[in-house]
């Protein structure tokens, strides 16, 4: 199983973002997904999750309302749709699945990591 992100970069406060995160070598239909962030000297942080389904969305409270997390199972791709964008949004940002229909906040509760993208954002 491969995870790839893309899509992060420099962005002044308030600009958006979109990162996408491609999978293979794994039936993408049978995995929940999630994003998750790490700033330096932070523990790695739940950001958004998504049902295999994808009728199913969580977050967090620091993103909820900003960002949106949704997949394509066609391009077995999952995305995190990042709007309004914090200086405290800076972060290396991770996606990973989970085999099932749950999904899960926790780090320990998925099977697969990408290499994970930066995101910057200035004030």
């Known amino acids: 199983v491969q995870l790839v992100e893309s899509g992060g970069g420099l962005v002044q406060a308030g600009g958006s973002l979109r990162l996408s995160c491609a999978a293979s070598g794994q039936t993408f239909s049978a995995y929940a997904m999630g994003w998750f962030r790490q700033a330096p000297g932070k523990e790695r942080e739940f950001v958004a999750a998504i049902s295999r389904s994808g009728v199913a969305t969580f977050y967090a409270d620091s993103v909820k309302g900003r960002f949106t997390i949704s997949r394509d199972g066609a391009k077995n791709t999952v995305y995190l749709q990042m709007n309004s964008l914090k200086p405290e949004d800076t972060a290396v940002y991770y996606c990973?699945?989970?085999?099932?229909?749950?999904?899960?906040?926790?780090?320990?509760?998925?099977?697969?990591w990408g290499q994970g993208t930066q995101v910057t954002v200035s004030s």
């Open positions: 990973a699945s989970r085999r099932g229909s749950a999904t899960s906040r926790m780090v320990p509760g998925y099977d697969y």
